[in-house]
């Protein structure tokens, strides 16, 4: 069970003959609008998934229906109906034993995660454990596909860099050209200053300095 989680109602699948392994499964309803979907093997409880069905308000009540393969809920926003079985949402081996849902299995010859009913005796599940260690043995990795996968990784770190160089680059080259140009502004305006001269002795003169003329008092 999750912790700090309310739950309202509750509805119980059976455990299918069909079964490897006696199971419990179990619908929760709880106060925020959430449907869980547990498993019980041997006293433990594990969570499968959780649904969102109604934010905000609480589920009143859970029925079940084996027929149609659906859970009926209900709150004072309305009813909804779910699915109970979607392996299809498990895309992986690994992904689809750590769920120990009972519903589910890995077939070795299709590769896809698929319902219990088809009654195949070659689907892989362990409830119990989850152990995702029969799933590297019926399907190792490909070197190939690891080969590719670091080969693409590569490439978009060599275009990350390429496109950051040429950014720099670019930057460069406009911080250059800003540089050349003030320095051609300064130019200009020192040759466009007047020059500037003084007069000593009503005669003009480019020194900074004249020569001062010493008067006697008398």
Not at 131 to 136: D, F, G, I, K
Request: charged share 20%; proline share 6%; aromatic share 6%.
């Amino acid at each position: 069970m999750m912790m700090h989680t309310r739950y309202t109602c509750i509805a119980v699948e059976p455990s299918s003959p069909l079964a490897p392994q006696p199971y419990t499964l179990l619908y929760l309803g709880t106060e925020n609008g959430e449907l869980h979907k547990a498993v019980s093997i041997d006293g433990e409880m594990h969570i499968i998934s959780s649904l969102k069905l109604f934010p905000g308000t609480g589920i009143n009540i859970l029925a079940y229906s084996a027929k149609k393969g659906l859970m009926y809920a209900s709150s004072v926003l309305g009813v909804a109906q779910v699915p109970v079985v979607h392996c299809a949402a498990y895309r992986n081996c690994c992904h689809c034993l750590a769920a120990r849902d009972p519903h589910c299995g890995w077939n070795l010859e299709t590769k896809c995660c698929e319902t219990m009913a088809s009654n195949k005796s070659d689907l892989l599940q362990d409830l119990k454990g989850g152990c995702m260690s029969q799933c590297l043995e019926v399907d190792p990795p490909n070197p190939e596909n690891r080969q590719t996968f670091y080969k693409r990784k590569l490439g978009l770190l060599a275009s990350v860099c390429l496109f950051t160089s040429f950014v720099v680059l670019l930057m460069l080259w406009n911080w250059i050209r800003l540089c050349k140009s003030r320095i051609g502004h300064r130019r200009q305006h020192v040759r466009n200053i007047p020059e500037q001269r003084t007069v000593c002795r009503n005669e003009p003169t480019s020194e900074l300095h004249c020569e001062m003329k010493v008067i006697p008092l008398t």
